[in-house]
C-alpha cells in the first residue's frame, strides 16, 4: 500500500473491505473481548485493550501516512506522549522546545519531574543552543514545529543531525507533528525516530472525538511502545477510531484549503494596521520561512497574532468574531480563536514560556476564505 500516493493511503491503507461481510467501511468493533476457540487460541484478538480490529485499521493507515512500519493509537494526545515518556527512566534527560502545547509542559514540569525526568527547554531554532543543552544523560529530544502557539518552524532534519551527533547514547527525536499533520510534514523521513499526533486535531479533522497517535519505523521502540499501550492501557474505544478514520480519508483536501485560507488570512492581517505582529510560516516575513518552504508541503491552517492595541485588543477581537468560534482546539472544519495566555497555554504562566497575553490563536477552517476575512475585518473595528 506504501507505493501508493498519500490521498490513496489515505483512503485504503488498512481498511480493505472487511472478510466477514465485504463491508466497505471499516466497521466499529464495539466489543471488549473475544471468543475464543480453545485455551489462548484466537485470530490474534484476546482483549481490546491490547487489540481492536478498528483500532488496528487506524494504526495502520496513520503509520502508512507518515510512511512509518508501525502505528498505535490513544485515549488522546496526551495519551500518547504520557505513553512515550514512560521509554525514560528516572535520571534521564529531554531536551525540549521551548515553546509547546500547555498540557504537555504541564505534564513535563508538574508530573515527570516528580519521577525524576529532567526537561531542558531551548529555542530550537538555534541548532547550536540545541546541542549545547545536550548531557550525558539526554535520552530524548522532543520537538513541535510548527510549534504552539508561537509558530516557529524547527528543523527536524538539523535537531535530527545534532542528536545523531551527541556523545554517547544517541537521544531518540520526537516530533508532536499535530499543527501539521503528515499531509504536510512527514518528520520520520527527515531523522526524527517518534512520531506523535493529537488525532483530536487535523486527523480527525471534525472536533466530534479526542485521540493520539505514535508512529515509528524503529522495531525495538515499537515493540516497547506497544507493550506500555497496553501495560498502561490509554486505548482510545472503536467509535473514537471509527471517526478518526472517517475524519482521514478527506485530510490532503482538507489540509490544502486550510492552508490556502490561513495564507490569505496571514496576508490580510499582515497589512492591517490593528495588527502588531503576524506568525505564520507561510508569510516570506517569517524568520523561519525557508525552512518552512523546504520542510512543509504548505504552511498550514494555524496562525497566531499581537494586536496594536495589546491584550485589551485581543481579548475585544475574541469577543468580537461571529464565524470563528471562541474556543480551545484546533484542527476541525470550523474556524477557532483563543488566547492561548488565557486558554490553552494557562499552565506556562510565570515560567520561562509564558505567553504574551496579547497573543490570539487562530485555527482557520475549511470554510469559503473570503467569508473568514471578512469576520476578522468586522471584529477588528470592534471597539
Ligand atoms: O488534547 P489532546 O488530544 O490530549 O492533545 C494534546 C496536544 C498535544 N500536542 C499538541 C501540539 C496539541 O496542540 C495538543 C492539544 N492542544 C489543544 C487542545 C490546543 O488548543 O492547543
Not at 491503507?13 to 461481510?21: K, W
Not at 512500519?69 to 535520571?91: D, K, P, R
Not at 499533520?181 to 518528520?187: E, R
Not at 506568525?279 to 498550514?300: D, K, T, V
Request: charged share 15%.
Amino acid at each position: 500500500m506504501n507505493a501508493d500516493h498519500f490521498e490513496t493511503r489515505a483512503i485504503h491503507a488498512g481498511q480493505e473491505p472487511d472478510s466477514a461481510v465485504g463491508a466497505v467501511v471499516v466497521p466499529i468493533y464495539q466489543t471488549s473481548t473475544y471468543a475464543q476457540t480453545d485455551v489462548g487460541a484466537h485470530k490474534g484478538y484476546d482483549y481490546s485493550r491490547t487489540n481492536n480490529p478498528t483500532r488496528q485499521a487506524l494504526e495502520v493507515c496513520l503509520a502508512s501516512l507518515e510512511g512509518a512500519a508501525n502505528g498505535l493509537c490513544f485515549a488522546s494526545g496526551m495519551g500518547a506522549i504520557t505513553t512515550i515518556m514512560l521509554l525514560l527512566q528516572a535520571g534521564d534527560h529531554v531536551v525540549v522546545c521551548d515553546d509547546v502545547y500547555g498540557g504537555t509542559y504541564r505534564l513535563f514540569r508538574n508530573v515527570l519531574e516528580n519521577y525524576q525526568l529532567q526537561f531542558t527547554f531551548v529555542d530550537m531554532t538555534d541548532l547550536n543552543a540545541t546541542a549545547r543543552a545536550f548531557r550525558p544523560n539526554t535520552r530524548m529530544v522532543w520537538l513541535e514545529t510548527p510549534t504552539n502557539p508561537l509558530m516557529k518552524v524547527i528543523d527536524i532534519a538539523g535537531v535530527a543531525k545534532e542528536a545523531k551527533s551527541a556523545k554517547g547514547a544517541k537521544p531518540w527525536v520526537v516530533v508532536d507533528n499535530t499543527f501539521a499533520s503528515p499531509y504536510l510534514q512527514q518528520p520520520l523521513a527527515l531523522g526524527a525516530d517518534v512520531v506523535m499526533h493529537s488525532t483530536t486535531k487535523y486527523l480527525g479533522g471534525h472536533s466530534d472525538v479526542v485521540g493520539g497517535g505514535v508512529v515509528t519505523s524503529d522495531p525495538e521502540l515499537f515493540e516497547r511502545l506497544k507493550f506500555l499501550q497496553n501495560a498502561a492501557g490509554a486505548v482510545p474505544g472503536a467509535f473514537d477510531c471509527w471517526l478518526v478514520l472517517r475524519g482521514v480519508k478527506t485530510l490532503a483536501l482538507r489540509m490544502e484549503r486550510h492552508s490556502a485560507n490561513a495564507l490569505a488570512i496571514a496576508r490580510f492581517l499582515a497589512q492591517h494596521p490593528a495588527i502588531a505582529r503576524v506568525m505564520y510560516p507561510g508569510l516570506e516575513s517569517h524568520p523561519q520561512y525557508e525552512i518552512a518552504q523546504r520542510q512543509m508541503r504548505a504552511p498550514g491552517g494555524m496562525l497566531s497574532f499581537i494586536p496594536v492595541g495589546g491584550v485589551d485588543s485581543a481579548m475585544q477581537i475574541a469577543r468580537a468574531t461571529r464565524l470563528f468560534t471562541l474556543g480551545e482546539s484546533l484542527g476541525g472544519v470550523e474556524s477557532l480563536i483563543e488566547v492561548p495566555a488565557a486558554m490553552t497555554h494557562q499552565s506556562v504562566a510565570g515560567s520561562p514560556l509564558e505567553v504574551d497575553p496579547a497573543l490570539v490563536r487562530l485555527s482557520v477552517g475549511i470554510e469559503n476564505g473570503e467569508d473568514l476575512i471578512a469576520d476578522l475585518q468586522q471584529a477588528l473595528h470592534v471597539r
